[in-house]
């Protein structure tokens, strides 16, 4: 057969089979059969190397029109098929597509449960903002001019102009602001713990990253004492890692805080890390400077602080190794809480 006439053979092939397809999976095969990379178009027109030069000009004429005449056959028949689809409706038997579903980052679960054991104990969230100011993140927590965590290779300081009241712009590197910004928002008794992201110029390794969370706690009232703060500590670290933990308070000093001290666990579900004792969180009493920087009176209120990290609260209660692996977004690891 010569190839014109081939040519002719498969555009009556080619119509029949695409006038008569009725469903996608013939709209398919009619395009696997002709159209595609290994179909009878495509070999059909690799043979018009084999045409002697002065008969080439006419069949490849023929080949465009061929091409072009089962391309706009196979629309037609697509065409046709589709919107008899949509006028039959949705076909309720096919499979329906799986949508997959994610869940809460491991830190926000824990700084969830964390939270959740706070309010059970009436305390409210209040939360504050990331970008901070230097007096609010410094200077009304009683923190010296001096002091090194000021210093710009501790901190992110933003590049704008600075709050003619607050001083300059800065990436909170603790969420004790949030203390603030609560108190200059009200009147006591207060009793709120505020999470949220903080940030350092650290040097990043397996312990420290430059962005991680905390969550404060404050409470002012009339006679709060370090009883108070005690006993609240106490019930939480129980509730969070179990009955068995212990809980000592080690001397220590923060500007907000006067007395100040350090937190201390030991605790069988810390027994993987080796240590008798782990250093967990900070806290003390609201200093007198810290009152009066937002309009408390010291001599009628007092309160107590705490401050904890939730990395290094999920890293001991998971056995996790390593800071870095919070935000690699690696699903291998997240998948596992
Ligand atoms: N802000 C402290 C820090 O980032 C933690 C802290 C310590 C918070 C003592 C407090 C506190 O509220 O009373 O290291």
Known sequence: MDILEQ????ERQAAATLDAVTDPKGLEDARLKFLARKGALPALMERLKEVPNDKKREVGQALNALKNRVQSLFDAAKE?????????GIDPTLPGRPVPDG????????????????????????????????WHNFDALNTPQDHPARNEQDTFYLDRPADPKYGRFLLRTQTSPVQIRVMQSQR????????????RRDEIDATHSSSFHQVEGLAVDRGISLADLKGTLEFFFRELLGPGTRMRFRPHFFPFTEPSFEVDLSSESLGRTGKDWLEIAGCGMVDPAVFEAVGYDPETYTGYAFGLGVERIVM???GIPDIRLFEQNDLRFLRQF
């Open 103 to 134: 869940h809460l980052h491991l830190i926000t679960q824990v700084t969830d449960r964390i939270v959740g054991i706070f309010r059970r104990l009436g305390f409210a969230i209040a939360e504050g903002p990331d970008v901070e100011t230097e």
């Open 316 to 318: 001991i209660l998971h």
């Open 7 to 10: 040519i002719s053979e498969l």
């Open 188 to 199: 006591p008794p207060v009793r709120v713990i505020c999470p949220g992201r903080c940030y």
């Open 80 to 88: 046709r098929i589709e919107s008899a689809t949509e006028e039959a």
